[in-house]
């Protein structure tokens, strides 16, 4: 809940940016904001983003520089701020900072304290997905679902350990996530890529571009990919990687933004303009999961071949939809994609054939795609789960029935 107290780790935890008269230590945060996707990890435990946590909190009609890149509403849309001066940033201007981290809990063991890994970078993290390098080291992938943000990835200093000596594997990993490099996506036109490094004192991530420490390169994690030229992504959501290939796959919702004035362009990551079907995105990363460089390609950009906008006809093979969102892989290999068009969309415009939110199956060797379920009206197709041997699949099912005007979620 809200009020369930979360351990801060890694190197911003105690900064003075995560100080509060509440918590001068910095070390204990209240709860935690809008989680999105979870996953599960090697380890046992489950990783969720703070997704959209900024429109909780109010910063009045002088928000600084710094609230102005995060997204701080004047007052924040469920007014909290007006009720509690936790969320009014002219009060409390350092609550902020304490929201957006990745958060680790251990669903085995209900005594333990639930963490925001800091080491991970602050952003709307939709969730966060890991892999293991060959040598055992954890690497986690995260997108920040929001318009024109970006793809991130940490490689752990440490291998994973396995369970012993009276512990748990996830007591042995307690602290594997809080050591290791940061990096940031940036998609060049060649079909190749290079991870940057979020590092204190490399490049442009000094304290004469506002960066003090190590600490605030990841609580401003925003502003330090600005400086280094990361691609600016049409809505990172969720990550899954491929067991029998290695590639990585990223959903990218949409952006209805791109190409409008005074807002970023296309590239050849993000091709469409008035981006309102999304695409996916695919790497593999050289060598291994920790390899600072890749290859890259769309496996699809979705729409409907009967719009008359080329941006919005899209290129799928097989059953047609828009804005994909969730995606997972099971372990034949089979790309599972979910969606998430908004109910102001639905059946109108060049969404008009689309239909509801659904579920589609996609052979990602051929590009085909089939359409598995179909979800109930306005509702969004979120979340999926296997058993262990195959043989059952759970499916989340979020607000059906949605109005425009509803903020469920």
Not at 163 to 186: E, F, I, K, S
Not at 203 to 212: D, E, K, M, W
Not at 260 to 274: C, E, F, H, L, S
Not at 333 to 341: E, F, H, K, N, P
Request: charged share 20%; glycine share 10%.
């Amino acid at each position: 809940t809200l009020s369930t107290p979360f351990r801060v780790a890694g190197p911003a935890a105690g900064h003075a940016l995560m100080r509060t008269t509440a918590d001068p230590q910095g070390l204990t945060v209240l709860g935690t904001l809008n989680n999105c996707a979870s996953s599960k990890t090697p380890w046992g435990t489950y990783l969720s983003g703070e997704e959209n946590f900024a429109f909780y909190f109010g910063a009045g009609d002088k928000p600084t520089q710094d609230q102005q890149r995060w997204g701080a509403p004047k007052s924040g849309f469920y007014a909290w701020d007006k009720h509690d001066p936790r969320f009014d940033l002219q009060k409390n201007p350092n609550e902020f900072h304490r929201f957006g981290w990745v958060v680790e809990l251990d669903p085995m063991d209900p005594n333990s304290t639930p963490v925001k890994r800091t080491a991970l970078g602050r952003a709307a993290h939709e969730g966060a997905w890991v892999g293991v390098t060959q040598d055992g080291r954890a690497v986690v992938y995260s997108g920040e679902d929001a318009r024109f943000e970006y793809i991130y990835k940490f490689v752990s200093r440490d291998k994973i350990k396995q369970a012993g000596n009276g512990l748990t594997q996830a007591q042995a990993n307690q602290d594997l996530l809080d050591h290791g490099v940061l990096y940031v996506a940036r998609f060049d036109a060649d079909g190749k890529g290079q991870w940057i490094p979020l590092v204190h004192g490399q490049g442009p991530l000094t304290a004469a571009n506002g960066f003090a420490d190590q600490g605030e390169v990841l609580i401003k994690s925003r502003q330090a990919s600005d400086l280094l030229g990361a691609t600016k992504m049409d809505r990172p959501e969720w990550l899954a990687i491929d067991p029998q290939s290695g590639w990585v796959y990223c959903t990218l919702t949409n952006n209805s933004q791109r190409g409008t004035p005074g807002k970023p362009g296309v590239d050849a990551a993000n091709p469409r303009v008035n981006n309102v079907m999304g695409q996916i995105i695919r790497w593999k990363d050289a060598n291994d999961f920790d390899g600072r460089t890749f290859e890259w390609n769309l496996l699809v950009l979705a729409g409907d071949p009967a719009n008359a906008r080329p941006e919005a006809k899209g290129n799928i093979k097989g059953d047609l939809y828009a804005c994909p969102d969730g995606i997972a892989f099971d372990k034949q290999g089979v790309l599972w994609i979910q969606t998430d068009a908004h109910a102001t969309q639905m059946y109108k415009g060049e969404l008009a054939r689309i239909g509801n939110n659904q579920m589609l199956a996609c052979d990602t060797v051929t590009g085909e795609t089939r359409r598995f379920l179909t979800g109930p009206t306005n509702c969004e197709v979120t979340g999926v789960a296997f058993t262990p041997d195959s043989t059952t699949m759970f499916v989340s099912i979020q607000h059906p029935g949605e109005t425009p005007s509803d903020r469920s979620d």
